[in-house]
């Protein structure tokens, strides 16, 4: 009984200090079904002190605020592989350092990763609760609770000024997940990134003082860096403007070339064949003469009929029977679109492959699997993702396709059939919501940290 008295009594959500972090509160959430603790870190960067293996790495202590950041070092005492709560396993560095709560202070366990879709900024497992804490689930901060404004003070020493990057993120709307993510991880990373609408943006052509205004004439020429985000339907005016940046020296992540290559899907699939990548058999026309003999090209229906300029999913139709394709063909046919006939692959079952190549690598892959009355994956009419498990085929594929198409950030999307891998599109500007959330990894961070490889930028060192 003795023993149960000396221990802490905690609710679900604390406030605990890290002090040899430099950590003087965070809000920490306890998970007795949790075994290691974990923090949230990002820029996570190995190192060697002598012979010792060490991580330097940046922590954002408080929910919800980016410009606080404490920069730590710690010696690695493990690397380990740990599954988190979306069932995702990942290895993590495992640091060891002292937390204090309430009165009390002890050495605990640690494993980093970036937990910036979690809310809380730690986790407190239950090896770290063992023999020293009681938890009371339907309480919280037993502890002692500390308002908005008073953790705000503790930090008031803590700069986040590290010399970083003017990034400019040129797209339509600001409030999509993705243009959000890549503001968010800009700005934890140090960088001042803003979002220009790609509509609002005008050129100035001058040999002598070539220049780039946002509305109101705000001058864009010092951006280090542009990440483009461009919509189908503004690839013209969009693609004109990169290169206009382009030539001033401003960098841009994905070239306007490259994006107006694999926005024209006929052109890109042409690319694809000649270096040897497999796509379905596929058609193209433009007259309502031929529609019995393009039906034939793809061995007749089941086939499907897309739109050129066709975006997540819109204007891309199964058409079940020969006389159901006649029907689609002709009446996009009528309204004067470009469109390209495809092979059904039915042994796919409505399923297809995203993978996510930056630099030439491909860092994330997941499968995409179609609601039900749909042919095709499709997340934004009531698909599915799931983590997916890639073949080297198919990375190889992901990776060729993006290189010979000059991007250094694509999504390519890949079908599973009965000859192997086909490759059905790549995308320019690849949606993040869906393939974060199914992997848990920070693919913004990892476009961010492309544009810091593309300039040559390093963080400063830790002080």
Known sequence: MSNLENRIIVGSVEWLALPSLGIPKTKVRVDSGAKTSSLHAFNIRAFKRGNVAWVSYEVHPLQNNRKVIVRCENEVVDRRSIKSSSGTSEKRYIIRTTIMLSDRSWEIEISLTNRDSMGYRMLLGREAMQDRILVDPSASYLCGELSKDAANNLYEHVSDDVGGLNIGLLASNPDLYSNQRLIEAGEERGHRIRF??????????????????????????????????????????????????????????????????????????????????????????????????????????????????????????????????????????????????????KEADGADLRLFVIDGKVVASMQRKAAKGEFRANVHRGGSVSIAKITSAERRMAIKATKVLGLKVAGVDIIRSEKGPLLLEVNSSPGLEGIEEATGKDLAGSMIASVEKMLGWVRPAST
Do not use: W
């Open 196 to 345: 220009y609408n790609i509509k609002q943006c005008y050129m100035k052509l001058d040999a002598d003082n070539p220049q780039i205004h946002y509305r109101g004439g705000r001058i864009l020429n010092e951006l280090d860096a542009v990440i483009p985000r461009i919509k189908p339907s503004i690839n013209f005016y969009g693609c004109g403007l990169i290169r206009h940046f382009e030539s001033i020296g401003v960098h841009s992540l994905n070239s306007a070339q490259s994006i107006t290559g694999a926005q024209d899907k006929l052109y890109s699939l042409q690319v694809l064949l000649q270096n040897g990548l497999d796509i379905p058999v596929s058609g193209f026309a433009n007259s309502p003469i031929d529609t019995g003999d393009l039906i034939d090209m793809v061995d007749g229906a089941p086939l499907i009929v897309k739109l050129l300029q066709g975006t997540q999913g819109r204007g891309v139709v199964l058409a079940e029977t020969r006389k159901a394709a006649e029907s689609v063909i002709n009446a996009f046919k009528s309204i004067q679109a470009n469109l390209l006939v495809q092979e059904f692959i």
